[in-house]
């Protein structure tokens, strides 16, 4: 079974421009949530779509939105970036049983560097 | 509000000793407990979990340790490799809303 899958892997952008990542979660998974994890910070929860709805958010700014496609394949979008976007973006999926036991499984992350 | 919090932000040991981190909880609706471990530019990885209906978890090297009166997990590893070294990541799920809840982190330092 192929992992979650993030492209792009690493992301060059200047301030002010807007960015798109995508993540493709594990065949069967209909949850999907992002992270951000700065240097030296814990993971910071954003979003989490299920079944294309948002279902959770974190505490962001509206410059970060994202959305889920009924493939449950999800993307991220920030707008008007800024120097402190700079991060590492993890995507990560879970099946959403219900099961007390499940797990989450993230992606290899989208390293984004604002200049 | 940290629902999970893990207080040391570093630890560093020797090769072949004993790692203990630690993380606590607030939330008495957290039923299931699992920690993930980070290398550099990667996403984390899933090491080991713990139901709340139990008090111990052992899987190789690595045992959870579970005590819900205190709120308190830990995550013992032994013996401590170079390889271990990483950041270690408690998280916990709430039974209710199903959400994960992820602590600020433990860096682990093995040290040949």
């Known amino acids: 079974k192929a992992g979650v899958t993030q492209t792009p892997r690493y992301l060059i952008k200047t301030r002010g421009q807007q960015v798109t990542l995508s993540c493709s979660p594990i065949s069967g998974h209909r949850s999907v949530s992002w992270y951000q994890q700065t240097p030296g910070q814990g993971l910071q929860f954003l979003f989490e779509y299920f079944s294309e709805t948002q279902r959770n958010k974190g505490n962001f700014p509206g410059r970060f939105s994202g959305r889920q496609f009924s493939n449950s394949r999800s993307e991220m979008n920030v707008s008007t970036l800024e120097l402190g976007d700079s991060a590492l973006y993890l995507c990560?999926?879970?099946?959403?049983?219900?099961?007390?036991?499940?797990?989450?499984?993230f992606g290899s992350g989208t390293q984004l560097s604002v200049l | 509000d940290q629902q999970v919090k893990q207080n040391s932000p570093s630890l560093s040991v020797q090769e072949g000793r004993i790692s203990i981190l630690n993380c606590d909880y607030t939330n008495s609706m957290f039923d299931y407990f699992l920690w993930y471990k980070k290398y550099p530019a990667e996403g984390p990885t899933f090491l080991i979990s713990i139901s709340s209906i139990k008090d111990k978890n052992e899987d190789g090297r690595f045992t959870v340790f579970l005590n819900k009166s205190a709120k308190h997990l830990s995550l013992h590893i032994v013996p401590s490799q170079p390889g271990d070294s990483a950041v270690y990541f408690c998280a916990a799920k709430d039974n209710y809303g199903q959400n994960f809840v992820f602590g600020p982190g433990t860096r682990l330092s093995v040290l040949p």
């Open positions: 990560a999926s879970r099946s959403f049983s219900g099961a007390t036991n499940e797990k989450l499984f």
